[in-house]
């Protein structure tokens, strides 16, 4: 698989990688053996950057990622957690003591001394601007709990407060085919600034896998269900913000630049690949088939020019009207 620099990390990791919040929770039951079946299939094919939270499950993707790696050796492969969900987001939580006890459970769920990277996951926008945040995250680099450290972000405002930030390795951030507004200014602002930009909700909470319909239906403990008007967090992290329907509407027109030999939901994880600035994609899977068949996206050829024009006007006819002015 390409690899690529991970931002101020200075480690390479190819353009794929797992998000693995589907085996913490919120979409619907994973059992331990899909999971651990899950993450061997992905390093099979190349994947070597895993993304987790300490809030997935309560720990639970943290410690199914660690066991996984210490029963199959994890030379090569870099861990992404993330920090800060698991309290009230208040400003005033974001402390040294704080990060120093959140750190020290990741530590633990993952079996490392120390973290390769961590980020702080969506905290409230004053956090971006805190000079003490990032002292304290810097102590932690000078006490070996962590490698490094990014963001993970809500809006484009807040990743370019981050991308300024001298110590800041990565910025996470939605991007996908109906997600545009990250490519005008943060991906090259990041590109300029040497951080790393890891793409996450990739297909719209699976919008662009190209199998939903009016009629599909989500379990109860599933955030597509559960989280549709931002009930239980921003609603930019299901479905990317779109309505159902619109999204629904759009999909069908993009589905018809989908090559030959190809599926949907691989075309749409190839376009985010090809967008300059990107560092890697951080797909979910629930199963092995679906993490063989995100990794093989990164074999597909480039978009073509008139591909990319046709997923902007779709965008801006449909989808950016809803998310544009907030994401």
């Given at each position: 698989?390409?690899?690529?620099?991970?931002?101020?990390?200075?480690?390479?990791?190819?353009?794929?990688?797992?998000?693995?919040?589907?085996?913490?929770?919120?979409?619907?039951?994973?059992?331990?053996?899909?999971?651990?079946?899950?993450?061997?299939?992905?390093?099979?094919?190349?994947?070597?950057?895993?993304?987790?939270?300490?809030?997935?499950?309560?720990?639970?993707?943290?410690?199914?990622?660690?066991?996984?790696?210490?029963?199959?050796?994890?030379?090569?492969?870099?861990?992404?957690?993330?920090?800060?969900?698991?309290?009230?987001?208040?400003?005033?939580?974001?402390?040294?003591?704080?990060?120093?006890?959140?750190?020290?459970?990741?530590?633990?769920?993952?079996?490392?001394?120390?973290?390769?990277?961590?980020?702080?996951?969506?905290?409230?926008?004053?956090?971006?601007?805190?000079?003490?945040?990032?002292?304290?995250?810097?102590?932690?680099?000078?006490?070996?709990?962590?490698?490094?450290?990014?963001?993970?972000?809500?809006?484009?405002?807040?990743?370019?407060?981050?991308?300024?930030?001298?110590?800041?390795?990565?910025?996470?951030?939605?991007?996908?085919?109906?997600?545009?507004?990250?490519?005008?200014?943060?991906?090259?602002?990041?590109?300029?600034?040497?951080?790393?930009?890891?793409?996450?909700?990739?297909?719209?909470?699976?919008?662009?896998?190209?199998?939903?319909?009016?009629?599909?239906?989500?379990?109860?403990?599933?955030?597509?269900?559960?989280?549709?008007?931002?009930?239980?967090?921003?609603?930019?992290?299901?479905?990317?913000?779109?309505?159902?329907?619109?999204?629904?509407?759009?999909?069908?027109?993009?589905?018809?630049?989908?090559?030959?030999?190809?599926?949907?939901?691989?075309?749409?994880?190839r376009w985010i690949v090809d967008q300059p600035g990107v560092s890697v994609v951080i797909p979910g899977a629930r199963n092995a088939e679906q993490a063989r068949a995100n990794a093989a996206a990164a074999d597909l050829a480039p978009i073509t020019a008139e591909a990319a024009?046709?997923?902007?006007?779709?965008?801006?006819?449909?989808?950016?009207?809803?998310?544009?002015?907030?994401?």
């Amino acid at each position: 698989m390409q690899q690529r620099t991970f931002g101020r990390t200075g480690r390479q990791v190819g353009v794929i990688g797992l998000g693995a919040w589907q085996l913490g929770a919120d979409w619907g039951e994973v059992d331990e053996d899909d999971a651990l079946a899950t993450l061997a299939a992905a390093m099979d094919a190349g994947v070597n950057l895993i993304d987790t939270a300490d809030v997935y499950g309560d720990g639970r993707s943290e410690r199914l990622v660690g066991r996984f790696l210490r029963e199959r050796g994890g030379d090569g492969v870099t861990v992404a957690t993330k920090m800060g969900r698991r309290v009230p987001q208040e400003p005033e939580n974001y402390t040294l003591d704080n990060f120093r006890a959140w750190t020290d459970r990741s530590r633990e769920n993952l079996g490392v001394d120390t973290l390769d990277l961590v980020q702080l996951h969506c905290p409230p926008t004053p956090v971006y601007s805190t000079d003490a945040v990032f002292d304290a995250l810097d102590t932690l680099v000078a006490e070996k709990r962590i490698a490094a450290y990014g963001v993970s972000v809500e809006t484009r405002a807040e990743a370019l407060t981050a991308i300024a930030r001298p110590g800041v390795a990565t910025v996470q951030i939605i991007l996908n085919m109906l997600r545009l507004g990250p490519l005008d200014e943060v991906l090259p602002a990041a590109q300029a600034a040497g951080v790393g930009i890891i793409a996450r909700v990739p297909l719209a909470s699976g919008l662009l896998s190209g199998r939903y319909d009016e009629n599909t239906t989500f379990a109860d403990n599933d955030h597509r269900n559960f989280n549709r008007h931002g009930e239980a967090f921003d609603v930019g992290e299901t479905f990317s913000g779109v309505d159902f329907a619109t999204g629904l509407s759009a999909v069908r027109r993009l589905a018809a630049l989908t090559p030959a030999g190809a599926t949907m939901a691989q075309y749409a994880l190839r376009w985010i690949v090809d967008q300059p600035g990107v560092s890697v994609v951080i797909p979910g899977a629930r199963n092995a088939e679906q993490a063989r068949a995100n990794a093989a996206a990164a074999d597909l050829a480039p978009i073509t020019a008139e591909a990319a024009a046709t997923v902007r006007q779709v965008y801006d006819e449909l989808i950016a009207p809803q998310v544009a002015d907030r994401w």
